[in-house]
């Protein structure tokens, strides 16, 4: 395919899914439409927005930990430039392959204490920079590689999850973020604190859920994601003396299923502690109240209890994304240089706690209770869930001490 041809047919398709895809006025859709070979029933979503925006969260409650690095013996090694993880990893939307939507990997953090521990990720995707078309055409009658996932997708990093037919303990999630639309993300994440409070050896976990359109209209016929990442260590004295690190809820959250409690034990010694809370809203319900479908686009109160006391109330909303659109040209096509897939007024939209290319921080939460020795619980209850809408929530609580 000629650089002129891929200008064209990629004007072309932006158009058409601008003109054909609209679902009446109150949303607009990316250059993705919403052919139902294409669904993402756990990921981003049905990417569609509303030209209004209802406000940022006015709550993020960032940590405040000033604590001194503790002094510990023993020093753990330091490991430059890391310690490889994955290494151009697939990660698919075949069923039937073993990449299917997950990659694993065993990590080892050592023995500890650590002064830095950073996990580092490299996602990249055969949709883009669109100069790999030229090599990797679509297939005849497609209009993607097929390897390309346009799509924005729910991309999950998790330690140890239980292993089937277990359920329990849950996950401990590292970090939720959205992958872009086609494009490549980086993150670096810092994970030490779990690694200080939970040293030695354990398996790690991506989880993107990639769906592909057979018909390759929409997206790639066989779309998927490739995964590079490293671990550093660096020894020396913890930046604080953690006592615990213990999972408390990771998983999905709709209108038909109870939200439960989740019992949890503070060590003796706690000084201090903290819960951090990942939520993102997904789906494609239908809710008058929102901007578009939901959960993706409602804007939702969460409250999050301790010992069936109200520790917070939460704003799960984000409409800062319009700084994940550094606009781009190729020819006569303007795209977004984070999400280039993605429709302009797509990716710019307020969303459910996310923005599509972007890592969603958690909500620090901290109570006395948190430093009390002895048996607790956590739950949370969520305001409204409409149908075919759904909530990905985790939470972890860290203990602390002097």
């Not at 009658?141 to 999850?161: K, V």
């Not at 086609?182 to 993107?208: F, K, Q, W």
Request: glycine share 10%; charged share 15%; net charge negative.
């Amino acid at each position: 395919m000629s650089s002129l041809q891929f200008l064209s047919f990629r004007r072309n398709l932006l158009l058409a899914s601008l003109a054909g895809s609209a679902v009446g006025a109150v949303f607009l859709p990316s250059c993705k439409s919403s052919a139902p070979a294409a669904t993402n029933p756990d990921g981003g979503g049905a990417d569609t927005a509303a030209p209004t925006d209802t406000g940022a969260p006015t709550d993020t409650d960032a940590p405040t930990d000033t604590d001194q690095p503790v002094d510990v013996a023993g020093d753990a090694p330091t490991t430059e430039p890391g310690i490889k993880v994955f290494d151009n990893v697939h990660i698919g939307s075949d069923s039937m392959k073993p990449d299917f939507h997950v990659a694993t990997a065993p990590i080892d953090f050592g023995a500890g204490p650590f002064a830095k521990v950073t996990l580092t990720l490299d996602l990249t995707s055969a949709c883009y920079p669109f100069e790999k078309w030229q090599t990797d055409q679509p297939p005849t009658g497609q209009n993607w590689p097929a390897h390309c996932d346009a799509f924005d997708r729910n991309f999950e990093i998790t330690l140890d999850d239980p292993v089937p037919p277990a359920t329990t303990p849950p996950a401990i999630e590292l970090t939720r973020a959205i992958t872009p639309f086609g494009g490549p993300m980086h993150l670096a994440i810092d994970v030490t604190d779990v690694a200080n409070g939970l040293p030695g050896p354990h398996t790690l976990r991506v989880m993107i859920p990639s769906y592909s359109d057979p018909a390759g209209k929409v997206s790639g016929s066989n779309g998927g994601w490739t995964i590079s990442g490293s671990l550093q260590i660096t020894g020396g004295a913890a930046p604080r003396k953690v006592l615990a690190v213990i999972p408390l809820f990771n998983g999905s959250q709709d209108s038909t299923v109870p939200i439960p409690a989740s019992p949890f034990t503070v060590p003796a010694g706690a000084t201090g502690g903290r819960i951090e809370y990942r939520v993102t809203g997904h789906g494609g319900g239908t809710d008058a109240t929102c901007i578009g479908p939901a959960e993706e686009f409602c804007r939702r109160a969460h409250s999050v209890f301790v010992d069936n006391q109200k520790l917070k109330d939460l704003d799960p909303w984000r409409s800062d994304c319009t700084k994940l659109c550094t606009l781009a040209k190729s020819g006569n096509l303007t795209y977004c240089l984070e999400n280039p897939c993605g429709a302009l007024a797509s990716v710019r939209a307020p969303r459910a706690n996310w923005c599509p290319g972007s890592e969603t921080p958690p909500f620090v939460l901290e109570t006395d209770a948190l430093t009390a020795s002895g048996p607790h619980s956590f739950s949370f209850t969520i305001s409204t869930v409409a149908m075919g809408g759904t909530w990905r929530i985790s939470a972890v609580y860290l203990a602390f001490g002097s």
